[in-house]
């Protein structure tokens, strides 16, 4: 079993910045890959942003390239996601997600090739 563990969220104003952590925790020497995805309310979730754990190979959706930065520090079990410059459209529950099998230089858009999922954390940008 894994655990992932959000943290980072909050409220923040348009064109501030968020850092947004994740924390694995259990069986995580297979690590594939870790993405972050986001629910906004009425809305299904969506990708936002994808990294391979060998190589770094990253994945990002349209609406955040530039903006949002992913990484991961391999040695922590850890994913991270930079926000900057967010917009209103940002408002949502931020997933964290982890990969434990397939291809190692692969960072997935869809939802349903990850294994785990942490609980989210809620971002809210005012206008």
């Known amino acids: 079993q894994v655990q992932l563990v959000e943290s980072g969220g909050g409220l923040e104003q348009a064109g501030g910045s968020l850092r947004l952590s994740c924390a694995a925790s259990?069986?995580?020497?297979?690590?594939?890959?870790m993405g972050w995805f986001r629910q906004a309310p009425g809305k299904e979730r969506e990708v936002v942003a994808a990294i391979s754990w060998t190589g770094g190979i990253t994945y990002y959706a349209d609406s955040v390239k530039g903006r949002f930065t992913i990484s991961r520090d391999t040695a922590k079990n850890a994913v991270y996601l930079q926000m900057n410059s967010l917009k209103p459209e940002d408002t949502a529950v931020y997933y964290c997600a982890a990969k434990y099998s397939g291809n190692l230089f692969y960072a997935p858009r869809e939802q349903y090739k990850y294994d785990y999922w942490g609980q989210g954390t809620q971002v809210t940008v005012s206008s």
């Open positions: 259990g069986r995580t020497s297979s690590t594939k890959a």
